[in-house]
């Protein structure tokens, strides 16, 4: 088949146009459009390979506006790179919406072995749908010995050890793994005071994580409150407030104005001069239904200009503009505020209440930010993480984003499987187990499965600067022998292999999840046969 | 000499392109044959499926036929002729959109040796009429009524339908899993109406194909929100649902007018008008003892707020089609207007609650009074791949809701067909004149569809196709077809690979009308493009620069 879409000729030898600019469009059919897919999904594969494990390494991207990503995170590298062919956007998609759901994930690596062992087999000449079938129920098989070799974890508000031992799993192979046991006490305390227990649920969106530049990753903290990045609106106004009453408005401090279009003539002297004291009468009044609800702190969504600033000045109620909306909703939910529309609806009850309220400065810099803290519902949890430069504090944020997804799906489901590579090995035995017993063709595509679930471990092994052959070949004979799943590549070189005295966790929905999406999508691409790419439309 | 003399008549516009007679004839049935080619691969369990990437850099990858022809965008006469027949095929049955296009092509293929001799194709459309006819009545006598009495083996009859539907899709490794949740939702819908526009799609990136999940009520994912909705409750159990086209919000309450104030004391009164009236509707809405306010126009924040404080939930901007399935599942009407709510208008459903599924939070309406409506969740790695999910399961929708429809069903994997074509070539023996050559020409044709199926699954068709035609020659084997897990032949009716009859008979009928179609042209008259697109560009560019010059100095 030539390189154009549907080319043929009538009897006169005359080509006909069947579809539209076919001239323009490029196809590629059968076992060639099969191992481009592969090679493409390989190469993707083999770009997030070594940032896989705790000795993983970071890459550098740089976007298209300059701006610096260091990063270690799989989604987050191919999300960077913009990848442009059509099926390695399909992986890119893959990682992105496992990071979504779980927060983590290798599934890349997984899928790019699975094509790469397709692409033997397709050598071989199997149907590439045998090999889909054959892969689909290996997985089925891995995903069942999942369930069998976890172990269930206990915890409750009070024993939040293993929660914290599967945070710094998660951290391991990140940036802050400095400060790893502060980053992970972090995760769990935040999670945990937010989530529901009972329905097993957790609102990712009152977990809020705020950086700054300055200090270094130590003086990074978690706040029983809200962080906003906003001043008090006149400098001396007091710094700190105990015991804050805070009325959280979202009208403008200034005469209320209707929204239909208006307008006043002022024809004469007096009227102006009576607009002037209604507008400072309405000034004054306003502060003083804040005042007489009891409120000593005013947050504001909109601004208020000089004039009333100075007035709330000397009527000593400190007060904080132009606070964005979602702000003003975690203040009011930590709070337990009601937001008021109108000053005329002002009411005690309305309020909200923390027990302290600072601006907090940094270093020489001039920038200040709000601190409120103690607040009557800790439910609203902010993380402010501290950073020498803004990359450190991205890749911080990032780490933190996915340790807070792995305990959160550990309060989902607190079944768990062990990492550094051991749920994948004890996986591979299992499948190579039953592949014997299948005899259609099959059996070579679970073999091929079993072997792409290696290029884990390898990859770990490779990573942490051990031999990887030797290394897989040692613990797979030791799972075997010592009949241990929990035994995987010991990534940190302290002489033991079990994960479980490593306290390497894995949540099992995180593991089942990823054998699932990679199965799926290597199945996508094994039943692709025919691609047709329309040509760049002329401008 | 005279001749010479007599002008030239220009009977056509310069460059009209016609091309007439046979060789046109032949040379459409050729633009077929390419087209069905390229779909040919995707048929049955084993079919492969398609990327294509269209000129804005959109990918699809797709195993639906009308899909796949929609999206080569086909500009050849002849060649649309398919692309409508599948279209028309995928509107009214929903599934089979790949074989009638194939059966199409294959009939015009067969039939390209006679037209090369020199048949009339008057006589060949008469073959087709004739033999399509026996065809769809052999199909009625073959198809096996269903049996609606007993519910569990007509739920199990559905699930036969659908599963052999989905076989041939991304899916079929799960078709155990959806069959059952394409039955659900389709046995969910008024039975009488079966509208499939009643069952809700939704699509959430993430998660595996299993976790996709069929919610009996309405479904739809979280509408923008505002400040205050965190602090409105997320769960309630039979709470009163008012739905509306209102928006509320605080704004001028005409666009255009213009209020004049005379004096400063006015302004205040005006201010408070307009506060008035949002919360004069606000108040009659929290009247009505709604708990959950809906509306397809904003709410905005004041109203947000207003509701949280009363322990109300409300969601602005609800979709259209959201918001009529929703009406459908809890009863009650649309409100163009807060005044004069009556109860018979509200709705109501057992239990509510906006739950998180993926990264998305939804809100999920459950144990609705008059479910005739379901939702559909799907979970998938990919969008493209959640996209074939749902044309997989629209087929498969579709087969279900004509198999309740039509009531009978057939042996599919290419049974019906050969049983077809074996009795129509006997009874081609049977008559004389060319007809007999038309009828075992189509009844050859037939059998195009368990060829495909057993060359795309890898198996030597030719064996395949003589151990069929020898088993349907016998009494008694009308069902037997192509049997992909043994790579041989069997019973196919007793393997429940069953399909509507209603699908294969208007595949007959719809194919035998295109080649008819297709037969019936033996002239093209292509009027030379009026504007190339290039030229139109040109013509565009050309007209901006003189304007651009009219609006330069005026000349004179």
Known sequence: MSGNAV???????????????????????????????????????????????????????????????????????????????????????????????????????????????????????????????????????????????????????????????????????????????????????????????????????????????????????????????????????????????????????????????????????????????????????????????????????????????????????????????????????????????????????????????????????????????????????????????????????????????????????????????????????????????????????????????????????????????????????????????????????????????????????????????????????????????SGEIDA | MNSLMQPQIILLREGTDTSQGKGQLLSNINACIAIADTIRTTLGPRGMDKLIVDSRGKVTISNDGATILKLLDIVHPAGKVLVDIARSQDAEVGDGTTSVSLFAAELLKEIKSYIEEGVSPQVIIKGFRKASQLAINKVKELAVPIEKSNPDEFREILEKCASTALSSKLVHSQKDFFKKMVVDAVLSLDQEELNEKMIGIKKIPGGAMQDSLLVEGVAFKKTFSYAGFEQQPKSFKNPKILSLNVELELKAERDNAEVRVEKVKEYQAIVDAEWKIIYDKLEKIVATGAKIVLSRLPIGDLATQYFADRDIFCAGRVLNEDLSRVIKAVGGQVQSSVNDIKPEHLGSCEYFEERQIGGERFNIFQGCPNSKTCTLVLRGGAEQFIEEVERSLHDAIMVVRRAIKSKTIVAGGGATEMEVSRYLREYSRTIEGKQQLIIAAFAKALEVIPRQIADNAGFDATDILNKLRQKHATDGNQWFGVDINSESISNNYDNFVWEPALVKINILSASTEAANLILSVDETVRNPQSEKPDAAANARARGAMMAARGRGVTRR
Request: charged share 30%.
């Open chain 1, 7 to 533: 080319y043929a000729t009538d009897e006169y030898g005359r080509p006909f146009i069947i579809i539209r600019e076919q001239g323009k469009k490029t196809r590629l059919t059968g076992l060639d459009a099969m191992k481009s897919h592969i090679l493409a999904a390989k190469t993707v594969a083999n770009i997030v390979k070594s940032s896989l494990g705790p000795k993983g390494l970071d890459k550098i991207l740089i976007s298209p506006d300059g701006d610096i990503t260091v990063t270690n995170d799989g989604a987050t590298i191919l999300d960077q790179m913009e990848v442009e062919h059509q099926i390695a956007k399909l992986l890119v998609q893959l990682s992105k919406s496992q990071d979504d759901e779980i927060g983590d994930g290798t599934t890349g690596v997984v899928a790019g072995a699975l094509l790469e062992q397709a692409e033997a087999l397709l050598d071989r000449g199997i149907h590439p749908i045998r090999i889909a079938d054959g892969y689909e129920r290996a997985c089925n098989i891995a995903v069942q010995h999942l369930e069998k070799v976890s172990d269930v974890i206990e915890f409750d508000k009070d024993h939040t050890e293993n929660l914290f031992k599967t945070a710094k799993t998660s951290l391991g192979s990140k940036i802050v793994s400095k400060c790893h046991d502060q980053f992970a006490k972090m995760a769990v305390d935040a999670v945990l005071s937010v989530a529901d227990l009972e329905r097993k649920d957790v609102d990712f969106e009152l977990i809020k994580i705020d950086g700054k530049l300055g200090g270094s990753l130590v003086d990074s903290r978690l706040v029983y409150g809200v962080i906003i990045d906003k001043d008090m609106s006149h400098p001396q106004m007091p710094k700190e407030i105990k015991d804050a009453k805070i009325a959280i408005l979202t009208c403008p401090f200034e005469p209320p104005k209707p929204k239909t279009k208006h307008k006043l003539d002022i024809t004469s002297v007096e009227e102006y001069k009576k607009l002037q004291s209604y507008e400072m009468e309405k000034f004054e009044e306003m502060v003083k239904q804040v005042k007489d609800c009891g409120a000593n702190l005013a947050i504001c969504q909109w601004g208020f200009d000089d004039e009333a600033n100075h007035l709330l000045y000397q009527n000593n109620l400190p007060a904080c503009r132009w606070v964005g909306g979602p702000e003003i909703e975690l203040i009011a939910i930590a709070t337990n505020g009601r937001i008021v529309p109108r000053f005329e609806e002002l009411s005690p009850e309305k309020l909200g209440h923390a027990g302290i309220v600072r601006e907090i400065s940094f270093g020489t810099t001039k920038d200040r930010m709000l601190v409120i803290e103690e607040c009557a519902n800790t439910r609203a949890v902010t993380i402010f993480v501290r950073g020498g430069n803004k990359m450190i504090i991205d890749e911080a944020k990032r780490s933190l984003n996915d340790a807070i997804c792995a305990v959160r799906n550990l309060v989902r489901d607190n079944r768990i499987v062990y990492g550094g590579g051991a749920a994948e090995i004890s996986c591979a035995l299992e499948i190579q187990k039953h592949a014997d017993e299948i005899s259609s063709i099959e059996q070579y595509a679970m073999r091929s499965f079993a072997s792409a679930l290696e290029s884990v471990p390898l990859a770990l092994a490779e990573n942490s600067g051990l031999s990887p052959i030797e290394t897989l070949a040692e613990v797979q004979s030791r799972q075997v022998k010592e009949n241990n799943p929990r035994l995987g590549v010991d990534c940190n070189l302290t002489g033991n292999n079990d994960m479980r005295d490593q306290f390497v966790y894995d949540p099992l929905i995180s593991k089942r999840q990823q054998y699932l999406l990679a199965t799926q999508l290597v199945k996508m691409i094994l039943k692709i046969d025919d691609v047709i790419m």
